[in-house]
């Protein structure tokens, strides 16, 4: 079975710094890997994927993230946060022809202050 | 509407009430997903529906009953829940093909509180 690990669970950030989200999985076949965003009170949205081709992904807000089959990594970044960008990630998987079955993270709330 | 709308948003029960959670999808998807989010816990798959059909069930307790008429509409009935079912519950959607990922979109979730 394939596992999330979401190092941080809480990321403080300044507004207009970098910011790096830090993602592990762990899985004995090839996968898929997402980033998901909660803002309060609301459902999560998608943020970017990973399926195949260039290990560098880009996504909406952006973030990028980078995937890394070595590290067995794929973490979240962005070169500059804005106040907006507060709420939580979650890093989520699933193995390459299991359909829709997602095994999240526990989540990271990145808040950035002024 | 358009998305996926659940409704209420928030919900308080006691332990010997019932009381049924609602999912829409506007997005024309065959899938559709309850997750339960607990504070500090990885978001739990709890149902999934293919076409209607169940085709997931994480061991889920029979105090949640799942139930999908069509593919526009999923429900979650909750009988003599525990304290411990309070929680975020989050309906999704998706397309289904069996040998491809399809992005699953995510409503806006029903905050559940059991006294």
């Known amino acids: 079975a394939q596992s999330v690990t979401q190092l941080d669970s809480q990321v403080p950030v300044f507004e207009e710094a970098p910011v790096e989200l830090r993602c592990n999985y762990s899985s004995s076949v090839s996968v898929y890997l997402f980033w998901y965003v909660q803002y309060p009170n609301q459902g999560l949205q998608l943020l970017l994927k990973y399926l195949s081709g260039s290990t560098l992904v880009k996504g909406i807000n952006g973030f990028e993230a980078e995937f890394n089959k070595s590290q067995t990594s794929f973490h979240l970044r962005k070169p500059s946060v804005h106040i907006s960008d507060t709420a939580e990630y979650f890093c989520?998987?699933?193995?390459?022809?299991?359909?829709?079955?997602?095994?999240f993270g526990t989540g990271t709330q990145l808040k950035v202050e002024l | 509407e358009t998305g996926v709308t659940q409704t209420p948003r928030h919900l308080v029960m006691g332990m010997t009430n019932k009381k049924s959670l609602k999912c829409e999808q506007h997005l024309g998807h065959n899938a559709m997903y309850w997750y339960k989010q607990s504070a500090k816990k990885p978001l739990e798959l709890m149902f999934v529906y293919n076409f209607k059909e169940q085709t997931e069930n994480n061991s889920v307790p029979s105090r949640f009953s799942p139930e999908c008429p069509n593919s526009s509409h999923l429900f979650l009935h909750l009988h003599t829940l525990q304290p411990e079912d309070s929680a975020l519950y989050l309906c999704a959607s998706s397309l289904y093909r069996d040998i491809s990922y399809n992005e699953q979109f995510f409503g806006p979730g029903t905050r559940l509180t059991v006294l």
């Open positions: 989520a998987v699933t193995i390459t022809g299991g359909g829709n079955k997602l095994t």
